[in-house]
């Protein structure tokens, strides 16, 4: 009987792949659910004796199962996004279905497990900071220092957080791996676990994910006597952006409002209860069971640019011609990752800029397209890399409209704790709108919100534009956290780049 594979990734979903599925069901072929490839683009992309063919619809199975489709695309495995990555915490994308213990253990599930289990809990953490392995949800912070300090603090109980609270523009990695290879985050927390003596683990998922709770959920009950007796809880958020920074998200799980706490105490000192907590985003603990396989450690370091270890899944989005996720060692450029793989703009218009690291990351110029994806590199051109979204934009931008979002995103998620954020946000607006001449995202001119006395002391738009940077900048340094933190990234590139789209 003809085998075909197609994903159950909730993207592929979306585009139509039960519709396909049912199609070839109907024609007599046995349909296996399977990961996505991550070529979205493409979906829904239905593999046939390893070949594929998409994007596909009800229609094109006569032609696939005939070898007449004019959507054929060659052995997936060689195409030219697949072939040029170098695949590590997306090992199995495409080729295992998300639920099967059989298939996670036939590709090396458990093993960093098991060897884990076998060499204790300093060894683990010695091996986890021997790799070099950093911070997958933006920060960057060396996972091996967080770890050693949560092992070393008091603690009656100690907890393990998973922060899959994804809400960054343009990120979709988190949730391609809890859909496609959900026990390998399992196994990267249990590893955890085992290393800083936790017996209690949390996914923190926002609700906007469904598919991706039912499946962890499902693994979590199949895996719950291999990964015992650490046991794992999927807690569901409501939505709040400001819940992808650590401490709101421990507030979150903890029934309480979802605002930042001031920082000291660490949560690795005093988190989840008050108790000492590792909390990683879901690329850092999916990285750790490859790690902490024989030599993972030592070839996890081998790669990567600088004090950037490792490979990065890189989300390509926006207007772009082949979007979806990229894994590969850090130190590429913009340039390749916009034109080489992503193939330019979807529109075919020239790219104007790029968003790197979410909603909160800066703008960047064409001008600066060589610029090494690493860590130092990106802060030393003040902006971030985040969570590796990449979002493009062609020349129909209007970035004095962009820049003027990230404020009002910022005054719409803002906890309120602080002033900075809470009210330097929505300043912001009213001044973009008044250095922009009262023009207002949708484009009309409405009547300007007043500023203290402003409309009563006319002010030049040099002086706006300047209180504007000062405004940035107490933002910056004042705000509890990265919410109010970062968001004049976007403002301050925008404006510097592309002053002509602000008057």
């Not at 075909?4 to 979306?14: E, G, M, Q």
């Not at 004049?488 to 002509?500: D, I, Q």
Request: net charge negative; charged share 20%.
């Amino acid at each position: 009987m003809t085998v075909v594979r197609i994903s159950d990734d909730a993207l592929a979903l979306a585009c139509g792949a039960d519709a396909v599925a049912a199609a070839f069901v109907g024609a007599g072929c046995t349909v296996e659910r399977v990961s996505s490839w991550g070529m979205h683009w493409l979906e829904p992309l239905v593999e046939l004796d390893g070949k594929g063919f998409g994007p596909a619809v009800p229609g094109d199975v006569a032609a696939i199962l005939n070898g007449t489709s004019a959507k054929a695309i060659g052995i997936i495995a060689d195409h030219p996004f697949i072939a040029r990555q170098q695949r590590l915490t997306f090992a199995r994308a495409g080729k295992t279905r998300p639920l099967d213990l059989a298939d996670y253990a036939a590709t090396g599930g458990w093993a960093g497990l098991y060897r884990a289990r076998s060499i204790g809990a300093p060894a683990i953490i010695a091996e986890m900071s021997q790799s070099g392995l950093r911070g997958r949800g933006g920060a960057g912070f060396p996972a091996g220092i967080k770890w050693q300090t949560v092992a070393s603090a008091p603690g009656d109980r100690k907890f393990i957080v998973c922060n899959a609270d994804e809400g960054d523009s343009g990120t979709f990695a988190d949730r391609m791996l809890m859909e496609g290879d959900p026990f390998q985050l399992i196994e990267g927390m249990a590893i955890a676990a085992h290393a800083v003596g936790a017996g209690q683990g949390y996914i923190y998922v926002r609700s906007e994910y469904p598919h991706a709770i039912a499946k962890l959920n499902a693994a979590i009950t199949l895996a719950a006597e291999i990964i015992a007796p650490f046991t794992i809880e999927v807690r569901v958020g409501a939505g709040a952006y400001v819940c992808g920074e650590e401490t709101s998200l421990l507030n979150s799980i903890e029934g309480k409002r979802g605002e930042v706490r001031a920082k000291p105490p660490l949560p690795a000192h005093q988190g989840l209860f008050g108790q000492p907590t590792v909390i990683n985003n879901v690329l850092t603990l999916a990285a750790v069971p490859h790690i902490l396989s024989e030599g993972g450690a030592v070839l996890y370091d081998s790669h990567g640019f600088g004090r950037s270890k490792g490979t990065k899944p890189i989300q390509l989005a926006g207007n772009i011609r082949h979007g979806g996720v990229f894994e590969t060692p850090f130190g590429i450029t913009l340039h390749d990752l916009i034109y080489d793989i992503g193939g330019g703009t979807a529109s075919g218009r020239p790219v104007k800029a790029v968003q790197v690291g979410g909603p909160l990351g800066a703008y960047i110029h064409p001008d600066r397209f060589d610029l090494p994806f690493d860590y130092e590199a990106y802060a030393g051109a003040d902006a971030l890399i985040g969570h590796g979204g990449v979002v493009v934009f062609d020349d129909t931008a209007d970035m004095g409209k962009l820049a003027r979002f990230a404020m009002e995103f910022c005054a719409v998620e803002s906890c309120g704790k602080c002033t900075p954020c809470r009210i330097g946000s929505t300043r912001g607006v009213e001044l973009i709108d008044r250095i922009r001449g009262g023009a207002t995202a949708g484009g009309a001119v409405e009547s300007l919100p007043q500023m203290h006395n402003a409309a009563k002391t006319p002010r030049s738009r040099e002086a706006d534009i300047e209180l504007l940077e000062d405004l940035c900048e107490t933002m910056k340094f004042g705000s509890l956290c990265a919410l109010g933190g970062f968001t004049p990234y976007p403002v301050l590139s925008a404006l510097r780049h592309w002053p002509e789209d602000f008057g």
